[in-house]
């Protein structure tokens, strides 16, 4: 497997000129690709500082990100942000899809700033749905949906332009322990067809879908 993603010597600080808070401690970490990896840790560990590092939501204070090969740790706002719109897909623990829009149509919204009509748009989406099992809702509302089924709606949003990594911060963290069975099972489908899956639990029995699981305690990987 090729090398997607790398952190090298990556730190963190919060604050530093006041009340320094070391999130993260000189990490270093790859991910390949093809590869679904958990990162693992209780609350307060730096696992989330670690996903907003590697998925562009954030910068390091020392050290760098590697990504397809270039090096992205010193690059502009403007230039991070269009590397998560076209190289990256987030799913949260909250769904965060429009009240007032129909599946269809929140798992197409990413679609609008590629250009891409509303024909190719939904066609796309409709497609995108079937992978996560979805399509029979697509003309529902979020609050007609339950919440296994919004957050599948959030996979297939997140999958829809193709990304190169998925990552997933607690994607089961408001879900029942069916339904979030359910949601591992579906991202582990989605790894089976060839796509990088990055998930953030505390939960030993979502990190047990993962292939590869990292544990990450007071800001370091043990």
Not at 115 to 135: E, F, W, Y
Request: hydrophobic residues 40%; proline residues 4%; charged residues 20%.
């Amino acid at each position: 497997m090729n090398s997607l993603l790398k952190l090298v010597n990556v730190s963190k600080t919060y604050r530093p000129d006041t009340h320094p808070v070391h999130a993260l401690k000189n990490v270093n970490l790859e991910i390949k690709k093809g590869e679904f990896v958990a990162i693992m840790g209780p609350s307060g560990s730096g696992k989330s500082t670690l996903m907003h590092i590697a998925g562009c939501l954030d910068t390091p204070t020392t050290g760098k990100v590697v990504f397809e090969n270039k090096n992205i740790s010193q690059l502009s706002e403007e230039e991070l942000a269009k590397i998560r719109s076209q190289k990256i897909g987030f799913v949260f623990q909250t769904f965060n899809l429009i009240p007032r829009t129909t599946t269809l149509d929140n798992v197409a919204l990413p679609l609008i700033y590629t250009g891409a009509g509303l024909k190719k748009r939904r066609s796309l989406a409709l497609q995108t749905l079937k992978k996560v099992n979805l399509a029979d809702r697509a003309d529902h509302f979020p609050n007609q949906l339950s919440g296994g089924e919004q957050q599948r709606a959030a996979i297939a949003r997140a999958l829809i332009n193709q990304p190169s990594i998925i990552f997933a911060d607690e994607p089961t963290g408001n879900l029942d322990t069916k339904a979030g069975a359910e949601i591992m099972k579906v991202l582990q489908k989605l790894n089976q067809a060839g796509n990088t899956i990055v998930v953030v639990t505390h939960e030993s029995h979502i990190a047990k879908f993962a292939k590869r699981k990292i544990k990450i305690i007071d800001g370091e990987i043990v």
